[in-house]
């Protein structure tokens, strides 16, 4: 059965029209009735088996394809793709920014990455290896010989983070605290955060610590009292 013979899906109601359709395409591709590499009918098929106009079939493709789930080649049939982790963040990116910029949401981003990084490291002591140890110790001598360099401190703050979270061995975890922090970094107070690099390098140290050690719950107190102290000293 051609699953985009003419009439042949839901009647369109209520909705914006493009929105059916996409919705329509994308549970599709979700229940793999539309393979990765499926090309999709022509415009015309599609307005047919949606009974929608050409503007409708356009708008749906292209919210498709901003989540990754179709790629659309001028003078090419429009063809079924998967969303990777960089398109997904892309298109969230800009309205975090945005979101950032609002007191209110800045405080609950800060919480979600607090949630996050306990959960996280509680994994690291557990899970952390010898080889993590010392990808750990090297991002915290970093850290301590760039107290006097603000950009240097931001940067091997953060890869001391990520070597936390690279402990678990998660990539989606890892590259999703890497946009979480970049968009944190960019809403806080540069000179506020300046005068805590001291504060924070010794708080790493008590986190290493307690990795090595290999005691979760020591490891997020320590986490949790570093991330209070800097959403304090930031906001």
Known sequence: MDIFAKNSVPTLKKKKLSDHVADELERMIINNTLKEGDT??????LMDA??????SVREALQRLSQ??????KSGEKTRVTRPSMDTVISNVS?????????AKEKKEFEQLRQLFEVAIVREAARNRTEDDLKRLELA??????SLGD????VKTDVDFHIAIIQCINNPIATNLYTTFIDWLIKARSKELYSEQHEKNYQHHCEIFDAIKSGDADIAEQ???SHLKFVVESTS
């Open 222 to 224: 320590a986490m949790n």
């Open 150 to 153: 603000y950009d240097e401190f």
């Open 40 to 45: 999709l009918p022509s415009e015309r098929d």
């Open 67 to 72: 989540k990754g789930l179709v790629e659309i």
């Open 94 to 102: 800009g309205m975090a920014i945005g979101i950032l910029s609002q």
């Open 50 to 55: 949606f009974n929608v106009g050409r503007p």
């Open 140 to 145: 915290l001598l970093r850290n301590k010989n």
